[in-house]
């Protein structure tokens, strides 16, 4: 039976919750814990909380919003921005995240995902990737470059 699940998807920037289109044009919305408490508490499944900027910004995920968003709501988290090392997914499963996403960092070291699967278990790696068709072919798109794939 295929049940429906509600996964809000936080994007944060500059510790503000944003929203634009393919991440131009972007809109300040509102506090992340005011926004995850608001979620948790009218019947979100899981939450998914994105520093949009910390790859792009050559910068480690910022923890304090994201360990205040953890202690607030009480729903898997999944996290993601700027992780680049198993030292990255420490830092923030120590801040109270139950999974992490990785994105740009495991298409620079694909090791990554293996290695934080065997630490961590399968069940806490997430592998996000950004995908658009680009001239009829779809192109994965990541801090510092892109790579075309399939027709």
């Known amino acids: 039976m295929i049940t429906k699940r509600i996964i809000p998807c936080l994007d944060v920037k500059n510790a503000r919750v944003v929203k634009g289109t393919n991440f131009k044009g972007l809109a300040d919305v509102e506090d992340p ?29 910022f923890t304090d919003i994201l360990t205040e968003v953890a202690r607030t709501i009480f729903i898997p988290l999944t996290v993601g921005g700027g992780i680049n090392s198993l030292a990255d997914f420490d830092r923030v499963l120590k801040c109270g995240a139950d999974k992490v996403s990785v994105n740009s960092g495991a298409i620079r070291n694909p090791a990554l995902i ?38």
């Open 114 to 151: 293996g290695e934080a699967a065997k630490r961590y278990g399968d069940q806490c790696v997430v592998l996000s990737v950004d995908i658009k068709r680009v001239g009829g072919k779809f192109t994965v798109f990541f801090q510092g470059g892109q790579r075309k794939h399939g027709a």
């Open 33 to 61: 814990v005011t926004l995850a408490r608001y979620y948790s508490d009218n019947g979100a499944d899981e939450l998914v909380f994105y520093d949009i900027t910390a790859s792009s910004e050559g910068r480690a995920l």
